[in-house]
């Protein structure tokens, strides 16, 4: 199992970067959060893995943080969230915010989320409640952000991502309008749509 890589940040993808290691590429699978947080491409990176194994497949899921990967974890011992459906999860919700959605029953939070309908917010909640108390006690009140703030965060990530700063402050600037509540993630998924539609 591998449960670590060192190495330098050869490319990124919408969902994944690859990292090089002496000589040798793994593709590690990422959330939008993480993806966002990586050194631009040729830096060194570390990110923490999950190696998940099945019969035609042999993936790796990488995090910045432990506790990122430890939500991850207990995001896929609940029936019928796989690895995928895991990270698509923290793609649309920071691992702290889950927790408190999780521990104070926030059904309606949880479906907002990208990926998850009532049934599997539900099984979340019930599942997962315990698992993620302490998570929950210790995020406290979510931190509230102008909208500047986290438009400034959106291009800096495009520019990340390998967009020409100035394209990605015209997009940025294009959904200042629609960012006033919105976090980071969700915007950088209607910022691609923008650029890419």
């Given at each position: 199992?591998?449960?670590?890589?060192?190495?330098?940040?050869?490319?990124?993808?919408?969902?994944?970067a690859v990292v090089d290691v002496h000589g040798v590429g793994y593709l590690v699978h990422l959330s939008a959060a993480t993806?966002?947080?990586?050194?631009?491409?040729?830096?060194?990176?570390?990110l923490r893995t999950i190696t998940h194994v099945r019969e035609d497949a042999l993936d790796l899921y990488g995090f910045l943080t432990a506790e990122e990967e430890g939500v991850f974890r207990a995001?896929?011992?609940?029936?019928?969230?796989?690895?995928?459906?895991a990270q698509k999860?923290?793609?649309?919700?920071p691992p702290r915010d889950l927790?408190?959605?999780?521990?104070?029953?926030?059904?309606a939070r949880l479906t907002k989320v990208p990926g998850v309908g009532k049934?599997?917010?539900?099984?979340?909640?019930?599942?997962?409640?315990?698992?993620?108390?302490?998570?929950?006690?210790?995020a406290g009140p979510a931190p509230v952000r102008g909208a500047g703030g986290v438009l400034e965060q959106l291009a800096a990530a495009l520019v990340n991502l390998g967009f020409k700063p100035a394209q990605a402050?015209?997009?940025?600037?294009?959904?200042r309008g629609e960012a006033?509540?919105?976090?980071?993630?969700?915007?950088?998924?209607?910022?691609?749509?923008?650029?890419?539609?």
């Amino acid at each position: 199992m591998i449960a670590r890589l060192t190495g330098l940040l050869l490319e990124k993808g919408e969902d994944y970067a690859v990292v090089d290691v002496h000589g040798v590429g793994y593709l590690v699978h990422l959330s939008a959060a993480t993806l966002l947080q990586l050194p631009p491409r040729g830096e060194p990176v570390a990110l923490r893995t999950i190696t998940h194994v099945r019969e035609d497949a042999l993936d790796l899921y990488g995090f910045l943080t432990a506790e990122e990967e430890g939500v991850f974890r207990a995001l896929i011992e609940v029936k019928g969230v796989g690895p995928r459906a895991a990270q698509k999860i923290l793609s649309g919700i920071p691992p702290r915010d889950l927790a408190q959605a999780v521990a104070h029953g926030d059904v309606a939070r949880l479906t907002k989320v990208p990926g998850v309908g009532k049934k599997t917010a539900e099984r979340l909640v019930v599942e997962l409640k315990e698992k993620l108390l302490a998570l929950a006690n210790a995020a406290g009140p979510a931190p509230v952000r102008g909208a500047g703030g986290v438009l400034e965060q959106l291009a800096a990530a495009l520019v990340n991502l390998g967009f020409k700063p100035a394209q990605a402050e015209q997009v940025a600037e294009l959904l200042r309008g629609e960012a006033e509540g919105k976090g980071l993630d969700e915007l950088l998924r209607e910022a691609l749509k923008t650029i890419r539609g």
